[in-house]
């Protein structure tokens, strides 16, 4: 297989996505996945292959583990698809994973964004006392709706969109008094569910503004290079493919929310037919079909998964 397809996205996953265990198997059969791993043990300084690999699970859920980690294994994945031939038209990442699309179109380095995002899950969970902030998803509700329980609940603290991760399910995020008021809200105004999330820190709101600021002096001493496949951002849900609106992108992604819903149908507009989800898990692939059950989406994540999704292209071309 060489050439991209011009139907063809590659996705990334976030925070969330990650399982003990994760990258092993590709790691064990391909020598450019190995290496992808002990790129990262050699630019963090530990051995974060063992964690990915082998656990303990409470370590890797560690934010500032989770998110090299998550990272790694989505790049030592996208790495045998690019030794196989497949590339994509077009990229984009969830939350953390945008950073994965930026490796994967050659905006970044892998090691420089191992670093980073390693800070960037430092800075997020310190941004925020423990118990401050809070999480929660509201499904089967119209994201004009759930801006209104947002606003109503707020009572002058903090109550966003976090992530608009598709037409059924869309995050909240900030101070947990209004996170809970807005909960109650989501429930009598006919939300089909809204269930308080099991993290750390409230991702993607106001309250995460010191970890952008932090953030955005790291990303400014960072080289960055013009994409060679547009990423779709998610803070803007644009196709980027110049170096400066990637790295002020990645910037507001901190405190912006994640217009992934929206990601989507931009791509969906440009013609993609079929979307690869890269990396652990396959969250992806589940909001695809909330979003547009007609498109094709695939994972890779091991063998299996990879021989899978040889094999469907190579159908397609055949």
Known sequence: MTSSLSNLAFLFPGQGSQAVGMGKELADHHAVARQTFEEADEALGYKLSQLCFDGPEDQLRLTEVTQPA????????????????????????????????????GTIDFADAVRTVRDRGKYMQEAVPVGVGAMAAILGMHLEMVAEVCADAAESEVCEPANINSP??????????????????????????????????????????????????DLRALSFRKPA??????????ALDDADHS?????????????????????????????????????????????????????VADQASLQKMLEHFASVRA
């Open 70 to 105: 998550i990272l790694t294994a989505s790049v030592a994945a996208w790495r045998v698809l690019q030794e196989k031939g497949l590339k994509p038209a077009l990229v984009a990442g969830h939350s953390l994973g945008e950073y994965s699309a930026h490796v994967a179109a």
């Open 229 to 238: 496949a547009p990423v779709v951002c998610n803070a803007d849900a644009i």
């Open 247 to 299: 790295r002020d992108a990645l910037i507001r992604q901190v405190t912006g929310s994640v217009k992934w819903d929206q990601s989507m149908r931009v791509l969906i507009a440009k013609g993609v037919q079929a979307f690869v989800e890269i990396g652990p898990g396959k969250v992806l692939c589940g909001l695809m079909r909330q979003i547009d059950r007609s498109r094709t989406c695939l994972n």
């Open 168 to 217: 059924e399910q869309i995050v909240i995020s900030g101070n947990a008094g209004a996170v809970d008021r807005a909960t109650h809200l989501a429930h009598e105004r006919g939300a089909k569910r809204a269930v308080k999330l099991p993290v750390s820190a409230p991702f993607h709101c106001a309250l995460m503004q010191p970890a952008q600021d932090r953030l955005a002096a």
